[in-house]
């Protein structure tokens, strides 16, 4: 913890309900509604085009609804200007302005505000010293490195003491070393802050590893909110599956009732289903590659379900060796860990893939 | 030029013998049509007149004559006040054009380059006859109010047609810089609670400065420079009309002259200076990641009316001038009236029988400059871009030097130089009218040279390369590939350097020895200075104007058909 007196940040709710937006017949954001929690750290995550963008500046006041509104606080801010919001944002690009140094972009926020002069100096100096560039004061943007330029953009952000900080791909410019370190450096910020924060990003992984809550967003739609162990294990369709890890998704149908029950992948194999599991009809099977093994053709583990196949490829991936398993007409991947001097499957191999009917996932769409 | 190879290594030579004459062979001609008058210049201005031993008596002449004290005023006045005006014209346009979403914002763009391709003196011809003591305007408020607004009289006359005439070089250079801003940059200022005016003064037009402080600067050494409309609005106490009129009245052995081309070239100097001055140590560049300029706002009912209106008042003002000099090409008479008399097609005859010898010499000197400029231009680019040639980089600064050193510089130093030098049959060379053409190409360079080093810049060198892994040599490479894909900024460089030639007098006022040699600003110049030859002279101007024009959208169309034909258009 820093020693320095924090800023006088508080936690609030933001509110978004019934955002619709479009770019003439381009519908880009369809009935979003949100509810993140005061002090959160929330995430915008998708493709890109998936609108992810387009609310977080429809947020900020850069973009304007045809519906819905935003409330913040509990206060709707839909018809204020950006200049009236309170809501911080750090740009991609940073938007560092290069003919002002990094003490004046860090006290322009609060210069437009009014603040006095000696309050002014003594914001600018927290903020700085909070991303831990205090002795740079005096650069100008352009002799930063990549990484000390965002963090001026999070300080000139966070100085003004926004309501919400929002922060739109913050570490796409950054080389991947950097990119892990500084992550790190704005969840221990914002859990300092107690601010809440809404991160835009299409990497799955830097929303999982420091954001409490995700929103999956894909064509203009909020796929599913949860925690990232809730999307992982519980996604709500295929495409959350798909987008959070690797998923492998088995297309069939449900045959034979009773104890007869199975579903029937595509090419022929049957899959045998316990009474107490219930499958949608027209569901896919889905299930990751760690959570099927392989054995010997003809071979099932106990309390689990099998299915031929055959060995396609297989890559090493280090801790793991991934196969490509064809089952019918489809390849699946599984994931086995890697043990010196343990069998490896070969190539053309016939296998077993078996898999627990309990952990697998029964997905529409 | 020091173009020699390093001999303790002969494998690697620094350039092939070809590029070094080519270097050797343009450093000649810089040196000799560019170094050598303005040193000559210079020299005189620095010695004893007869006795050639340096003094600097005729500096202390000049800054005890009280007139030459008040022209520098006047010029120094004159130009500042045409910066300020110059911005007051071209801010709006390029604001509200940049900014909003705003109807007819290529017209306005376009029309906003209108004033350049004609002489400013024409248009203060033109001027006199809205504008003047007795124009339409003064006649027409003289009748409802009972008095007179004094537009021309005097300095405010010179400030005011060069002021419409310049003010598209802070227009041109002031949009580019505002639809370069990245829109971020602006957007992060709103988020933090900037809004309206503070946050163009305090974002949006610091972003922009470059470009403002590019056209802004450039306005201020052309008007200080300007020859022709000072002595067209029979304004004398300036400072490039006293070079201009100390020479030819006095003589050209007289040092004044000299010494008023030195103040000149160092007022140029210090303004370029100045302006670069301001800018250094910020980068503008570097964070700039291109965002697709600033965000276009729709305006409110109120806002619209008030920014089309300004829009049209300041359209209406800038193209008087154009309008003007039609209407006088047509008139039978037009003097203390707020129209002409009656109209007649007489003048147009007149200037396409007996003046067809400008139209004529000012198409050939144009061409000839414009092709003597792009050869050079892309022979420097080549050199600077493509070569290692040691001191490659002094042909670009010497060539481009040449835009800080007034057009009645250049020709009181080709007259000086010049003069000495005989053809076998004792005609002096000066007098020819190759000299013409040639001060014309050194005064173009620079923004040939532009247009070409932009042109070959944008060429990947694996092109290059390409071609000289299957067998083509140095020179065939760049005939083959390189100029081929750099025709569109040749021909861009071609039409700035002809269409600016083809209005220039500055230099051409110095060196035009009989009319059968002058080209059409001369000829206009001539016209203008008779009330009776002004009909004539309007309809030359009109020829001029439509001439340039014409040039100028032709070589459009061939550019973009080129790019189009390429695959490299938009």
Known sequence: MNAIAPLATKAVAVDIEGINLSYGTNHVLKNVNLAIRPGEFFAFLGPSGCGKTTLLRLIAGFNQADTGQVRIGGQDISTLPPWKRDVGMVFQSYALWPHMTVRKNVAFGLEERGVARAEIERRVGIALDLVGLGHLGDRRPSQLSGGQQQRVAVARTVAVEPKVLLLDEPLSNLDAKLRVQVRRELRDLQQRLGLTTIFVTHDQEEANTICDRIAVMNEGIVQQVGTPMELYERPANLFVANFLGTANILEGKVVGSGTERAFEVKGGAKLPIPGDVAVPTGAKLVFRPQHATLGAAGAAHAGQVALPGRIAHREFLGSSMRYGVAIGETEVSVDLPFQSGGDLHEVAAPVSLSLSPRTALWLER | ?570
């Open chain 2, 1 to 570: 030029m020091t173009a020699v190879p390093a001999l303790s290594r002969p494998k690697r030579m620094s350039a092939t013998p070809g590029q070094i004459a080519l270097a050797l062979a343009i450093a000649a001609f810089l040196l000799f049509f560019l170094v050598l008058p303005v040193a000559t210049v210079i020299y005189v201005a620095f010695t004893e007149k007869g006795t050639n031993s340096f003094t600097l008596i005729n500096f202390y002449d000049f800054f005890r004559t009280e007139l030459f004290i008040r022209s520098f005023w006047n010029s120094v006045y004159v130009s500042a006040m045409s910066v300020v005006w110059a911005s007051v014209f071209a801010l709006p346009l390029a604001y509200l054009t940049t900014r909003f979403v705003f109807r007819g914002a290529a017209i306005v763009q376009t029309l906003g380059f209108l004033p350049l391709i004609m002489p400013p003196f024409v248009g203060a011809v033109a001027m006199q006859l809205f504008f003047g003591r007795n124009g339409s305007i003064n006649l027409l408020l003289d009748d409802w109010f009972g008095f007179k607004i004094g537009f021309m009289e005097g300095l405010n006359g010179v400030i005011f047609v060069q002021s419409v005439h310049y003010f598209p070089f802070i227009l041109i250079n002031l949009s580019a810089a505002l639809r370069n801003i990245d829109r971020a940059m602006e957007e992060a200022a709103q988020n933090l609670g900037s809004s309206g005016f503070r946050l163009f003064r305090r974002i949006v037009f610091p972003l922009a400065m470059p470009g403002y402080l590019a056209g802004a600067s450039l306005v201020f050494v052309k008007v200080f420079d300007d020859l022709a409309t000072p002595l067209l609005l029979n304004v004398k106490d300036m400072l490039a009309p006293q070079a201009y009129l100390r020479v030819t009245s006095i003589g050209i052995a007289d040092p004044m002259g000299y010494v008023i081309a030195v103040v000149l070239i160092v007022a140029s100097v210090v303004a370029m200076w100045l302006s670069a001055l301001a800018l250094k140590g910020r980068d503008y560049a570097t964070t700039q990641r291109g965002g697709g300029g600033l965000a276009k706002r729709v305006m409110s009912p109120t806002e619209a009316i008030f920014g089309y209106g300004v829009v049209i008042l300041i359209l209406a003002l800038v193209l008087a001038p154009h309008l003007g000099l039609l209407l006088l090409s047509f008139a039978t008479i037009w003097s203390y009236s707020p129209l002409p008399d009656a109209f007649t097609v007489a003048h147009y005859a007149r200037v396409f029988g007996e003046s067809s010898i400008y139209i004529k010499n000012t198409l050939i000197y144009a061409s000839l400059a414009g092709g003597i400029d792009i050869v050079l231009g892309v022979a420097i680019a080549y050199l600077v871009l493509r070569t290692k040639l040691v001191g490659r980089e002094w042909l670009d600064w010497t060539a481009s030097a040449a835009l800080a050193i007034p057009g009645v510089v250049l020709g009181i130093g080709y007259l000086r130089t010049f003069y000495g030098i005989t053809l076998p049959d004792g005609t002096p060379l000066a007098s020819l009218w190759i000299t013409i053409v040639l001060a014309l190409a050194i005064r173009r360079l620079p923004y040939a040279l532009r247009a070409c080093h932009a042109a070959l810049q944008q060429i990947s060198v694996s092109l290059e390369e390409a071609a000289e892994n299957l067998g083509a040599t140095k020179s065939r490479t760049v005939r083959r590939v390189v100029v081929p894909l750099m025709a569109g900024g040749i021909l861009a460089g071609f039409v700035t350097s002809f269409s600016t030639a083809a209005v220039e007098l500055s230099a051409t006022l110095m060196l035009v020895q009989s009319n059968s040699d002058a080209p059409l600003a001369y000829g206009l110049y001539v016209f203008m200075q008779s009330a009776a030859g002004r009909g004539p002279g309007a309809a030359l101007g009109v020829v001029a104007v439509i001439l340039v024009a014409a040039c100028t959208f032709l070589s459009h169309l061939i550019i973009e058909r080129s790019q189009k034909a390429k695959g490299m258009g938009h």
